[in-house]
């Protein structure tokens, strides 16, 4: 792993050369394939994550099996530290839906870093505070706003962090399936579908080899 990936993180910045050599002598690489879990909802938390490549999405199932999907997270983005730092079982799911390269600390180091740099349990805490934002806001969409609306919302959030400038818009630069967005929205694939077609028509969406880019 090299070592400047660690150092474009915001969880390390500020952190030195030495330091962060330390800190990837004891994170263990591995690589998760397509749709492949990383953990389930319920178990015993054993490691922190870190996302070199790839795409995850954080979720939870009801008791009839349906999914609602949390967050996607990507490149550079961390996971798992609730249960780590509240000392219980995982709160949600978390499955690999691109093939994905993920770096994990166990349970006992991943304490002894929070101590020895308290500066990362405060980026840590900032980073859970956007995460409550998130979900206030989900809430907040779901009680509120249609399904046309929440996707939208969607897309736009999608674009902020995964956006490339185009000529004719944001293109998300990440493959996102219908059943995920649908998951995401709190909603059908066939709705989505729908309203995708819709707003394409629109001209607030284009598809293109896949891939969504919202419009301008």
């Given at each position: 792993m090299p070592i400047q990936f660690l150092k474009k993180l915001e969880l390390f910045n500020g952190l030195s050369t030495e330091e962060l050599q330390e800190i990837k002598a004891i994170m263990q690489e591995k690589n998760y394939a397509k749709n492949e879990m990383i953990f389930m909802e319920g178990a015993e938390?054993?490691?922190?994550y870190i996302?070199?490549?790839?795409?995850?999405?954080?979720?939870?199932?009801?008791?009839?099996?349906?999914?609602?999907?949390?967050?996607?997270?990507?490149?550079?983005?961390f996971f798992g530290e609730m249960a780590l730092l509240d000392n219980n079982s995982r709160s949600a799911?978390?499955?690999?839906?691109?093939?994905?390269?993920?770096?994990?600390?166990?349970?006992k180091k991943f304490k002894r870093l929070v101590t020895e740099y308290p500066e990362i349990s405060l980026k840590i805490i900032a980073t859970l505070s956007q995460r409550l934002r998130n979900s206030n806001q989900q809430i907040q969409n779901l009680t509120f706003k249609q399904v046309k609306g929440r996707l939208l919302?969607?897309?736009?959030?999608?674009?902020?962090?995964?956006?490339?400038?185009?000529?004719?818009?944001?293109?998300?630069?990440?493959?996102?399936?219908?059943?995920?967005?649908?998951?995401?929205?709190?909603?059908?694939?066939?709705?989505?579908?729908?309203?995708?077609?819709?707003?394409?028509?629109?001209?607030?969406?284009e598809i293109k080899n896949r891939y969504l880019i919202l419009k301008k």
């Open positions: 938390a054993n490691n922190f996302i070199l490549t790839g795409l995850v999405k954080v979720f939870k199932t009801d008791e009839q099996g349906r999914e609602k999907t949390l967050s996607l997270l990507g490149n550079k983005d799911s978390v499955q690999a839906i691109d093939e994905s390269k993920i770096f994990k600390i166990s349970r919302d969607s897309l736009k959030q999608l674009a902020d962090k995964y956006g490339v400038e185009q000529e004719n818009g944001i293109l998300i630069n990440k493959k996102i399936t219908h059943q995920e967005l649908a998951n995401l929205v709190g909603t059908t694939r066939a709705t989505i579908t729908k309203l995708l077609g819709e707003l394409i028509e629109e001209d607030k969406v």
